[in-house]
């Protein structure tokens, strides 16, 4: 039986990495690597959070009782969607062309 994948990366491993392959140099692409960062944590304290109250929670308004799901779980996507779109706009540094970030004609429209 093959090994389960571990998703569960270090923060300090996806740092080493993103820093590894950007040009530290410019202070704008070293905070994003930030943002990024702190946007996996806040998305994993949520992920625990509802793992342990579970995906339903249980509310009570006045007489009225009812089950819906855990308002983390919108949260966890917005927090999703901005790690996203964070990763697209890496300018990530080409090895095959001397360390300079690679652009493509698609960059000027």
Known sequence: MA????TDVGIDKIKD???SRIDTSNP????KVG??????????RMERTVKKEGVSVMTTNASQTF?????LLNEM??????I????????????????????TASDLI
């Open 28 to 31: 704008v692409e070293v905070e």
């Open 67 to 71: 089950v819906k799901s855990h308002p």
């Open 17 to 19: 990495y993103l820093m």
């Open 84 to 103: 996203m779109n964070i990763e697209r706009t890496f300018n990530f540094i080409d090895d095959k062309n001397n360390g300079k970030p690679k652009f």
């Open 35 to 44: 943002r990024y960062l702190k946007h996996i944590e806040m998305y994993r």
């Open 77 to 82: 996507n917005k927090v999703n969607s901005s």
């Open 3 to 6: 090994d389960k994948l571990r």
